[in-house]
């Protein structure tokens, strides 16, 4: 990598930059991240990046909205410094949730999202495991949607000769789970899960057969916890042996680490697209951490030398 390819961090998850940079064997850029007195975001690039290409490695997680602030900021920053070219590297989408209107008078904050990275000056995205895949449409530049897949699958392939079944807590999930049990020679059941709020969820029956064996709840984010944790009772309640979970977004909001912990679920695993406390993954915790370092990294590398990224897109294309 070249002088004029430099990597840039919010506060969000310094330490997902830092390894990016790592494996690019480049240092991290220089840049000042913080606060005036009253609050407001205060951001100063140290380096010269006139004509540079310039990547910002900063998930829009909690504090979702300081965090996309800093973002913002610092993408302004380097377009006001001549940068030639800037690619937002969000490992986590926040606002994805609403990416349409399913009933009256609801924003489409994804779209708005999408309309103030162009605002503030980005010129290409790349992000991992949209929770909407139709997000990428929202923007007028290029996205680059990358799937978390061939990084965590490998924590699961000591099980591909046992008798496992892939599950996911509801419907829409069936096509992020046909590839895990093709890679997996395993077969698929799904959780009749019925929403009927942000924290109210209702678990049913479960379409497939789970009895007696390993099943894997895969999903793409756990947010409070609560539906993957019924999901896991659901299964169990079924027949299976045991339960493990796989998860791209560990969002882990309020209560969701005890309810996992407090949970029959054997262990879950989940990328660092999302910074996690040492007390969430630590020894004796239930939470792996697998890190999407060298896949952003392999990512950022092909866009600066103009190489293809799109063997990257396939579940399969790029194993870490």
Wanted: proline share 5%.
């Amino acid at each position: 990598m070249k002088a004029n390819c430099q990597v840039y961090s919010g506060n969000a998850h310094r330490g997902l930059a830092e390894s990016i940079a790592q494996y690019l064997g480049l240092p991290l850029g220089a840049a000042y991240v913080g606060r005036f007195p009253d609050g407001e975001i205060d951001v100063k690039v140290e380096d010269d990046v006139r004509g540079g290409e310039c990547f910002v490695v900063q998930p829009t997680c909690p504090p979702v909205n300081e965090n996309l602030m800093e973002l913002l900021v610092l993408l302004d920053c380097l377009r006001r410094a001549s940068a030639a070219s800037i690619t937002a590297v969000i490992p986590y989408f926040g606002y994805a949730r609403k990416d349409r209107k399913d009933e009256g008078r609801v924003p489409i904050t994804a779209k708005l999202v999408a309309n103030l990275l162009e605002a503030a000056g980005v010129t290409r995205v790349v992000t991992v495991d949209l929770h909407a895949p139709q997000i990428q449409g929202f923007f007028d530049i290029p996205v680059d949607h990358l799937y978390a897949q061939p990084v965590l699958i490998r924590h699961f392939q000591a099980y591909a000769s046992q008798d496992i079944v892939l599950a996911c807590p509801d419907v829409g999930g069936m096509k992020l789970i046909r590839n895990w049990a093709k890679q997996l020679d395993a077969s698929m059941a799904v959780v009749d899960k019925r929403r009927h709020g942000p924290d109210e969820v209702e678990t049913g029956r479960i379409i497939g057969d789970v009895r007696d064996r390993i099943a894997i709840l895969v999903d793409d984010m756990i947010a409070t916890g609560g539906s993957i944790v019924k999901a896991a009772d659901a299964v169990l309640a079924a027949g299976a042996r045991e339960v493990h979970v796989c998860a791209t977004h560990p969002v882990m909001a309020g209560e969701a680490h005890r309810r996992i912990e407090e949970s029959r679920i054997s262990r879950v695993v989940v990328t660092d697209s999302i910074p996690l406390a040492p007390a969430q993954c630590g020894p004796g915790s239930k939470i792996e951490v697998a890190s999407l370092a060298r896949l952003l990294g392999e990512a950022i590398k092909r866009i600066y030398h103009k190489d293809s990224v799109s063997s990257l897109f396939a579940l399969d294309g790029f194993i870490p």
